[in-house]
């Protein structure tokens, strides 16, 4: 016998409200800087449609891994926002689901634009997806893992940290991602396990967790390995 029509649609209506929302990422990207050198030469060298096609290649990239395949898993993010904007700083710069691309570094880069553009994109989106213990994290392994996802992309600029040398494990962006390279090494999965730890704090201890070994220990033993690579 056929259910009444209404007491189909109730069925389905509350099935859906059961299962789990699939909030799918809205990707926007502007230039603002249209009337600069640096925005005349974004838009003859990689474009609008370009840059909204790389994000959401990254955007599943830094899902993937982060091993992040269910939605609670994920940081939520409505809308992630590309602006090329005219200003003196950094190459670019996010804030929250922003992230904000100097013209006037693009205007002045010397070499393959779009290859450096993609990979500024691969950091700074991971900025946007990534936990960092509620602000708890150091600046050096939040910059560090976003400088990781450059390195496993392949999109890495020249002049990418050699193995080992420099700063401490949690200073140096680009030393950083070479010592979580390592530790992935040491156990596959540890950058997307350790990442899934810093979604509401921090604690060096998540190393000795992960790995049974100190930062310090870990990172000692990584320069003695790496320490003359050059």
């Not at 409200?17 to 990422?25: K, Q, S």
């Not at 040398?165 to 530790?183: I, N, S």
């Amino acid at each position: 016998m056929k259910l009444p029509h209404f007491i189909l649609v109730l069925i389905i209506l509350q099935t859906l409200h059961h299962l789990p929302a699939i909030l799918a990422v809205k990707y926007v990207a502007i230039n603002d800087a249209k009337n600069y050198p640096g925005g005349k030469r974004f838009e003859n060298e990689i474009g609008i449609p370009y840059t909204l096609k790389i994000m959401e290649e990254i955007n599943n990239y830094i899902y993937k891994i982060f091993q992040q395949k269910n939605e609670s898993d994920r940081k939520p993010v409505g809308v992630a926002t590309v602006f090329i904007r005219q200003y003196n700083g950094a190459e670019a710069i996010t804030y929250g689901e922003t992230v904000n691309v100097s013209a006037l570094y693009l205007q002045g880069y010397q070499g393959n634009l779009k290859w450096e553009y993609t990979s500024l994109l691969y950091h700074e989106l991971t900025h946007v997806f990534q936990w960092n213990g509620e602000g708890q994290a150091p600046i050096g392994l939040v910059e560090g893992m976003a400088d990781y996802m450059i390195l496993v992309s392949n999109y890495y600029p020249k002049g990418f940290a050699s193995r080992g040398m420099g700063q401490r494990w949690d200073q140096g962006y680009d030393f950083t991602a070479r010592f979580l390279e390592y530790c992935e090494g040491l156990k596959p999965g540890f950058v997307a396990a350790l990442n899934k730890k810093m979604r509401y704090n921090f604690s060096e201890n998540f190393f000795v967790e992960l790995l049974g070994k100190p930062v310090a220990q870990l990172w000692s033993e990584y320069k003695a390995k790496y320490g003359n690579i050059k």
